[in-house]
Structure formats: C-alpha cells, structure tokens
C-alpha cells in the first residue's frame, strides 16, 4: 500500500520544503521505500534542501511529457538507499502539471510499490498547490505560531475537504496533521508567540509535531543536508517524533519548554 | 532579558492574535461550500447601499443556512444611528 502524504501550508517560507525533506528522510532512515516530489514547477528547491542539485538530469514535467521514464528522472538519495527525489522542472509553463500526467507518475509510483510518496506543494493555492494535495491521503499542514500563517493554512484546510478526490469519492477525506515551525518556547512563555494548544484550538487539527526555531534548520539548507539527518540537533529530535508519530506512534510533544538557564545567564541576558 | 524587564509588563501579543484568529477563521469557515458568487453579491449590494446610506462595510453580514431541503440566504444591514454620516 502507497500512501500519499501532501505538505502544505498555503503560506510561502513557513518550511514545508524543509519538511518535505526531513520526513522523507526519516522515513526512508525507518526502512520504507519513500519518493518526494518538487510540485513548485518553476521554483525548484526541494533539490538544494535534499543536496541533490547537481544529479537532476531529468525532472517530474519530462516524466510527464514522456521525454524520460520515470525511473531515469528519479535521484536516488546518496545517504539514504530507499529515498528518492523528483525534482520540479524549472519551465515557466504553468500549464506543464495536468491531473492526468500527475496521476499517471503516482500510478507508476505505487505500482513500483513505493510506501511513502512526499508531495512538497508551492505556496499559495494556484495549480501547483491544488495538483500536490489532489490525490493525497494525508496532509502535513505546515503552520508558523503567526496570523497569516494560521489563517492561510485554514484556507488551506477548506480546499483539502472540498477539492480533492478523497473528499470528492466519498473516501473518508484526507487526513490532516498540524504539524508547527519556528517554534520559540521562550516567546510562547512570554505571551509573545501563539502556543501549540492556541494554534491546535483555532484550527482543530491534531498535531504531529512541533519543531522549535532552530539555527540548525538554516545550517541544514545551507549544507544540502535535511536537518533531520544532525543527530546533535532538538529540530532534528522533533522531525524524528513527527515521523514515528506518521507511522503510528503515541509520542508526547517535546521542545515546548525553555531550556533551563543558569542564574547567571537569566540576570545578565543573552 | 535582564534584570529589569522583569519588571516591565508587556501586553500579551499572543492572546490578542488568538482572538483575532478565532473570529476570522469563524467567518471565513461559515463562509465555505456557499456559492461562489456570495462575495460578488455581498460587495455589489454593499455598493447599491451606499448609494443611499453610508454604511460600514463590516455592517453588512451574509449568511447561507441549509435546512433539510431549502436553503435561507440572509442578509442584514446594521444602519448608522444618522443617516448620510
């Protein structure tokens, strides 16, 4: 059985890409066969974060017009044997995605009996974002403690129920996580920052996971090295527990505290 | 943080965006699997309105209610206290 998961979030620059590649790579890290694929056609990035940018020879609209197979455009992730990426085309046809090109790759997807295959979706909710979430299971609603961020990911939530084929056969819909970024427990503490229950409770959605603002996760991008892969890193930590939490996993939340600081250091600042 | 902004009270952000989130979310959600055409047919009334009246735009409220079998578009405007204000 594939299962089709969407990371989404309607809001650009809240980490979806980071997460597409961090859950991709845990699952992979658990054993499953995991593809992940680029949907932000012109916008390619997905193979930066995944350290793969150099080895795309062909990418996810080739695999759809026919120019390759879809065996030649899949990288296999130097790190990971049972991960592999699909790289966005850098086109700026925005016509290049149809629902039946996209269906016929995730055909083949899951008659290569892949586990797990990771839709990485563009922001907003234009043709690249609805094609990400339409055949999807699942989806990972990538959310910011921030207003845009959750009001976006709201719009976001009505198209999953609505304009999808889950939602439209009557198959039980898709089923949707929370899953927040960026998240700073110092600020949450001092009723600067939205928490994980404020969000939880305006959306409704139940979490997967909460990764705390981290420097690590900017080191990762800028080393082509999913962040989940730094095992001194907390992000790392809580994309491990969001990943066992996908899998079936009851895990409590962890990282929602500040880390104890001395008496000195809360005296002083820093 | 230093010593003194121990004794700094701040207003709490957090809350004010919750609430402000709670009360967008619950409009744009009551909003949802109406028609499409509800937004265009609440800012073409709005206009016809104001000709007449000079009504706050977040004075006008729409709704859609599905009972079993019909549907009940409502629509209701909260006048100034004066008119042509």
Same mark, same amino acid.
């Given at each position: 059985?594939?299962?089709?998961?969407?990371?989404?979030?309607?809001?650009?620059?809240?980490?979806?890409?980071?997460?597409?590649? @961090?859950?991709?790579?845990?699952?992979?890290?658990?054993?499953?066969?995991?593809?992940?694929?680029?949907?932000?056609?012109?916008?390619?990035?997905?193979?930066? %974060?995944?350290?793969?940018?150099?080895?795309?020879?062909?990418?996810?609209?080739?695999?759809?017009?026919?120019?390759?197979?879809?065996? !030649? /455009?899949? %990288?296999?992730?130097?790190? =990971?044997?049972? =991960? #592999?990426?699909?790289? /966005?085309? !850098?086109?700026?046809?925005?016509?290049?995605?149809?629902?039946?090109?996209?269906?016929?790759?995730?055909?083949?997807?899951?008659?290569?009996?892949?586990?797990?295959?990771?839709?990485?979706?563009?922001?907003? %909710?234009?043709?690249? /974002? #609805?094609?990400?979430?339409?055949? &999807?299971?699942?989806?990972?609603?990538?959310?910011?403690?921030?207003?845009?961020?959750?009001?976006?990911?709201?719009? %976001?939530?009505?198209?999953?129920? @609505?304009?999808? !084929?889950?939602?439209?056969?009557?198959?039980?819909?898709?089923?949707? #996580?929370?899953?927040?970024?960026?998240?700073?427990?110092?600020?949450? /503490?001092?009723?600067?920052?939205?928490?994980?229950?404020?969000?939880? $409770?305006?959306?409704?959605?139940?979490?997967?996971?909460?990764?705390? $603002?981290?420097?690590?996760? =900017?080191?990762?991008?800028?080393?082509?090295?999913?962040?989940?892969?730094? $095992?001194?890193?907390? &992000?790392?930590?809580?994309?491990?527990?969001?990943? @066992?939490?996908?899998?079936?996993?009851?895990?409590?939340?962890?990282?929602?505290?500040?880390?104890?600081?001395?008496?000195?250091?809360?005296?002083?600042?820093? | 943080?230093?010593?003194?902004?121990?004794?700094? *009270?701040?207003?709490? *952000?957090? *809350?004010?965006?919750?609430?402000?989130?709670?009360?967008?979310?619950?409009?744009?959600?009551?909003?949802?699997?109406?028609?499409?055409?509800?937004?265009?047919?609440?800012?073409?009334?709005?206009?016809?309105?104001?000709?007449?009246?000079?009504?706050?735009?977040?004075?006008?409220?729409?709704?859609?209610?599905?009972?079993?079998?019909?549907?009940?578009?409502?629509?209701?405007?909260?006048?100034?206290?004066?008119?042509?204000?």
């Amino acid at each position: 059985m594939t299962e089709i998961i969407v990371v989404t979030s309607g809001k650009g620059g809240v980490g979806k890409t980071t997460t597409s590649a @961090s859950m991709a790579c845990g699952l992979a890290r658990r054993g499953k066969r995991v593809a992940v694929i680029d949907f932000d056609i012109g916008l390619r990035n997905l193979d930066l %974060i995944m350290g793969c940018e150099r080895r795309v020879v062909y990418d996810f609209v080739n695999v759809i017009n026919g120019d390759c197979t879809l065996k !030649q /455009a899949l %990288i296999k992730d130097k790190r =990971l044997e049972t =991960l #592999h990426v699909l790289a /966005a085309s !850098q086109t700026r046809d925005k016509d290049a995605l149809t629902e039946e090109g996209v269906r016929r790759v995730l055909d083949e997807l899951i008659a290569e009996a892949f586990d797990y295959v990771i839709c990485d979706s563009p922001a907003g %909710i234009e043709k690249g /974002a #609805h094609l990400a979430m339409y055949f &999807a299971d699942r989806a990972v609603v990538v959310v910011n403690p921030e207003v845009s961020s959750v009001r976006d990911s709201d719009r %976001i939530l009505g198209l999953l129920a @609505s304009k999808t !084929q889950r939602s439209s056969n009557g198959n039980g819909g898709v089923k949707e #996580h929370l899953l927040l970024t960026r998240y700073n427990p110092r600020r949450v /503490a001092s009723g600067e920052m939205m928490s994980v229950g404020d969000v939880k $409770e305006i959306l409704g959605l139940d979490v997967i996971g909460v990764i705390p $603002e981290s420097p690590d996760v =900017l080191a990762a991008s800028n080393a082509g090295v999913p962040v989940i892969l730094n $095992e001194e890193s907390d &992000a790392a930590a809580a994309y491990g527990d969001a990943v @066992s939490r996908l899998l079936g996993e009851e895990l409590p939340l962890r990282f929602l505290e500040e880390p104890k600081r001395g008496f000195f250091a809360r005296l002083f600042g820093g | 943080m230093g010593l003194l902004a121990l004794f700094r *009270s701040k207003p709490n *952000s957090a *809350s004010i965006a919750k609430e402000r989130l709670r009360i967008i979310v619950a409009q744009e959600r009551g909003g949802r699997g109406g028609p499409d055409y509800l937004p265009l047919l609440r800012r073409e009334l709005l206009q016809v309105i104001h000709k007449y009246v000079n009504v706050d735009p977040e004075a006008v409220q729409i709704n859609l209610e599905r009972e079993a079998g019909h549907e009940v578009l409502e629509f209701s405007v909260a006048l100034p206290e004066k008119p042509g204000e």
